[in-house]
């Protein structure tokens, strides 16, 4: 199975702040990752996917990047809705694996 | 609207059964491999289980949980047998991929989650 870890598990930041979230998997996944974002008491939601897509609606302020094994995600200016928690996901094989999550607080 | 709606979470001891439901509107099911994936109360996302053309199953359900679908109601199950506390979660229900091309594939959309609670 590939192993998704994420660092930091958590982080604090004010509004405003520029936030990168890391990604790591246990072996190259391509350009087969995906983040979600979710906030209390609900779904997660698609934000990007193909490293690098903005799905239909996400803010220009966020960003990703990365290949092979190594990919960040990145806020650029933080807005008070963007405060949730972050998921890295790989959709290179099954089963699909996701990251333990970044939880971005004020 | 793109919608998914599940159903059938409850209370349940273990080596119990369960059976959820997930019900989709709005995008053209059958053309879409589904997936259920769950999160615990710890709050990590587990990939559950898929199927477009054939099945798939995380090893920790495989051969106590069986996905099925019914494309003419645009309703996913999943048959859940042998229950066990480390069951106990929220059930997500999702949709992955294209089934005639899964060259992306993203969890898009989600249902609103339905709550498994395995405890005696």
């Known amino acids: 199975d590939i192993q998704m870890t994420q660092s930091p598990s958590s982080l604090s930041a004010s509004e405003g702040d520029r936030v990168t979230i890391t990604c790591r998997a246990s072996?190259?996944?391509?350009?087969?990752l995906c983040w979600y974002q979710q906030k209390p008491g609900k779904a997660p939601n698609l934000l990007i996917y193909?490293?690098?897509t903005l799905q239909t609606g996400v803010p220009s302020r966020f960003s990703a990047s990365g290949s092979g094994t190594y990919f960040t995600l990145t806020i650029s200016g933080l807005q008070p809705e963007d405060f949730a928690t972050y998921f890295c996901?790989?959709?290179?094989?099954?089963?699909?694996?996701f990251g333990q999550g970044t939880k971005v607080e004020i | 609207e793109v919608q998914l709606l599940e159903s059938g979470g409850g209370l349940v001891q273990p080596g119990g059964s369960l059976r959820l439901s997930c019900t989709a509107s709005?995008?053209?099911?059958?053309?879409?491999?589904m997936t259920w994936i769950r999160q615990t109360p710890g709050n990590g996302l587990e990939w559950v289980s898929g199927?477009?053309?054939?099945?798939y199953y995380a090893d920790s359900v495989k051969g106590r949980f069986t996905i099925s679908r019914d494309n003419p109601k645009n309703t996913l199950f999943l048959q859940m047998n042998g229950l066990r506390a480390e069951d106990t979660a929220v059930y997500y229900c999702?949709?992955?991929?294209?089934?005639?091309?899964?060259?992306?594939?993203?969890?898009?959309?989600w249902g609103q989650g339905t709550l498994v609670t395995v405890s005696s």
């Open positions: 999702a949709a992955y991929c294209l089934t005639n091309n899964c060259q992306v594939g993203k969890f898009d959309p």
């Open positions: 709005g995008f053209t099911f059958s053309n879409y491999l």
């Open positions: 199927i477009g053309r054939t099945t």
């Open positions: 072996q190259s996944i391509g350009s087969h």
């Open positions: 193909s490293i690098s």
């Open positions: 996901q790989q959709s290179s094989d099954f089963p699909l694996t």
